[in-house]
């Protein structure tokens, strides 16, 4: 890092003052996380052939592939998962975890605004409608949210009793919106305010950006189903490609089946040369998640002031996120 100016290490002296008791709560939050993942690991025996994968044919019995699962839905508190690199995106596995458990003629309603557009493209609210949910006979409707960017309750409530939705989702992170991302205590509210006022609805949370960002996740608190990218917080940095959904074993096989096809489900699906790193990144996530919120509590209180604002994204590290918030408000500022 360059020489900085004096003015500007005595700015960097004050937030680290400032901000160090809030980096202690979030090394106290890795700990708990690291240990749940850690426990896992060790009640399911991961060993080193887990880690080969099935590099052709169909990807019958890959015992390493079933182990991760496991893994997977032990940490996350539910009955079964689904982690594969056929995931192409979190929106693919959003698609599919939606597609696969939704009927013509039922409704999908989202509980938190309108979804970012990815989704919309999902559902079948831009121009193009082929293969969308829309079109394949899915009615959608949204709870639109209140000034603050927080759940309206009274308008949720209408729609909920007018539309009686089959799945109402719960997404967890902004996306591209102003609003605050959601913590797990306001999710746990929503989905005991939705099952109070439309029971026979399955809540489904998308996670994407959500895995490990507390101690506790959504699922620990009777969200049925949910989804999230292992190119995000649950592959640590590592892995290249995949997703996964948790959740109620029957929705986690239909959307399995939806992935694959009736009669395969979970039981096929070469892994290649991923599980190395899905096994080694979901292992980090619980660090490279700490560090990712460091970064942030640094950006958010560190040497920026209104009016101006730095917006910083892919740092794995906090030393990382630090150096270059740093270096650039020294090129910007002085």
């Known amino acids: ?126 121009p193009k409608k082929r293969g969308t949910l829309i079109q394949k006979g899915i009615n959608f409707s949204y709870v639109p949210l209140n000034e603050e960017g927080g759940v309206d309750y009274e308008e949720a409530e209408k729609v909920l009793k007018r539309d009686q939705p089959h799945i109402v989702v719960i997404q967890r992170s902004r996306g591209y919106d102003t609003r605050q991302s959601y913590t797990v205590d306001q999710i746990k509210e929503m989905t005991a305010f939705v099952k109070k006022v439309s029971p026979e609805s399955l809540v489904f949370v998308d996670n994407c950006y959500g895995e490990f960002s507390e101690k506790h996740e959504p699922t620990e608190y009777g969200v049925d189903f949910m989804a999230g990218s292992l190119i995000k917080n649950a592959g640590g940095g590592i892995a290249q490609t995949g997703g996964y959904i948790v959740g109620k074993e029957e929705l986690v096989e239909n959307a399995a089946i939806r992935l694959t096809a009736p009669g395969i489900g979970k039981e096929e699906g070469a892994t290649l040369t991923n599980m190395h790193e899905f096994y080694e990144g979901f292992f980090l996530a619980p660090h490279t998640t700490g560090e990712a919120i460091k970064g942030m509590i640094f950006s958010a209180d560190g040497p920026i002031r209104p009016p101006y604002a730095l917006y910083m994204q892919g740092g794995l590290t906090y030393a990382h996120d630090r150096i270059a918030i740093t270096n650039a408000v020294n090129h910007l500022f002085f």
Do not use: C, W
Request: without cysteine; glycine residues 8%; proline residues 4%.
């Open 1 to 126: 890092m360059r020489k900085l100016p004096e003015e500007l290490k005595a700015i960097l002296a004050e937030v680290d003052q400032e901000i160090a008791p809030r980096l202690r709560e979030i090394d106290d939050q890795v700990v708990y996380n690291q240990g749940k993942v850690l426990k896992a690991f060790v009640d399911h025996q991961v060993a080193e052939a887990d880690l080969k994968g099935t590099n052709n044919g169909y990807g019958d019995n890959d015992i390493g592939r079933e182990k991760l699962e496991a893994i997977y839905a032990q940490v996350f508190q539910t009955e079964d998962a689904l982690v594969r690199p056929q995931f192409v995106s979190g929106t693919h596995t959003l698609a599919v975890a939606l597609d696969g458990n939704l009927l013509p003629g039922e409704t999908l309603t989202y509980l938190t605004g309108m979804p970012y557009d990815t989704m919309q493209q999902v559902i079948g609210l831009a």
